[in-house]
């Protein structure tokens, strides 16, 4: 009899064993976040768009943690970015890059969940809500690195919209993406930020070619020297426009 009760003890003590680990692994605060508001940002690949939900697949440049694939819950109070301008959810598509930042636990099912995403930024370069405009005489100058075999997504570039406006993407993994306007005047390109209040400047060397002047022109580091192509100065952009790149 005590031999059986003594057992039942054992039973029940693991059991309990079990359970508060079940629970604990079940809502898990990441490492280094607090429950007092802060929050955590790592980078993505869209995989899957469904209503309100994104199934992302962790880059390899974020921390160990986050290179797996994520459940993502956008709600009404999940801000939508492309470089600080709104965008909708329908502007995401499969295949996109982004940025996740989100504060509370992750629930470690399979794929992992997290339900507290406080803001997602497009990092692609191109703007969705250029699809809603007239984009014909849109003009895009790509770094010349053909010697490095790089794609041209890949290539720092600058994207005339039209007569005044610009987007000039030099880094991928950086959410800020340069806008603002330019002129050309003297034989230079102008593109003037407002957001930053800087500017970048290219020689203009013919209509299809411009040249960076990396000595007038704003900060162009990269965030990751090893996994893309900085800017040097000198370095020639060449022109593509939407009917050579078809």
């Known amino acids: 009899m005590k031999n059986l009760i003594k057992c039942g003890i054992i039973l029940l003590f693991a059991l309990l064993i079990f359970w508060a680990g079940y629970t604990v692994g079940q809502n898990k605060t990441v490492e280094g976040l607090s429950d007092e508001g802060d929050s955590i940002t790592f980078y ?16 390899k440049e974020n921390d160990v943690n986050f290179r797996s694939e994520f459940y993502l819950y956008i709600t009404s109070n999940t801000k939508l970015e492309w470089h600080f301008t709104d965008i909708a959810l329908s502007d995401f598509v499969l295949g996109q890059n982004i940025s996740v930042t989100f504060s ?10 997290i339900k507290s995403v406080n803001k997602i930024c497009l990092l692609d370069d191109t703007n969705p809500a250029l699809d809603r405009v ?20 890949s290539l720092p570039c600058l994207t005339l919209l039209d007569k005044e406006n610009f987007v000039f993407s030099y880094d991928i993994l950086n959410s800020y993406i340069p806008t603002g306007t330019y002129e050309i005047a003297d034989g230079e390109l102008v593109a003037s930020d407002k957001e930053k209040s800087c500017q970048y400047v290219f020689d203009v060397v013919d209509k299809n070619t411009l040249k960076f002047r990396k000595e007038k022109s ?20 060449e022109q593509k426009n939407s009917e050579e790149k078809r």
């Open 104 to 113: 509370g636990e992750v629930q470690e099912t399979y794929p992992a969940q």
């Open 134 to 153: 007239e984009t014909s005489s849109a003009k895009t100058y790509y770094m010349n690195a053909d010697e490095l075999g790089k794609t041209e997504q």
């Open 218 to 237: 704003a900060d162009v580091s990269l965030i990751r020297k090893d996994m893309e192509i900085e800017i040097t100065d000198g370095a020639l952009f």
């Open 44 to 59: 993505a690949q869209i995989k899957e768009i469904n209503g309100n939900s994104m199934l992302v697949s962790g880059l």
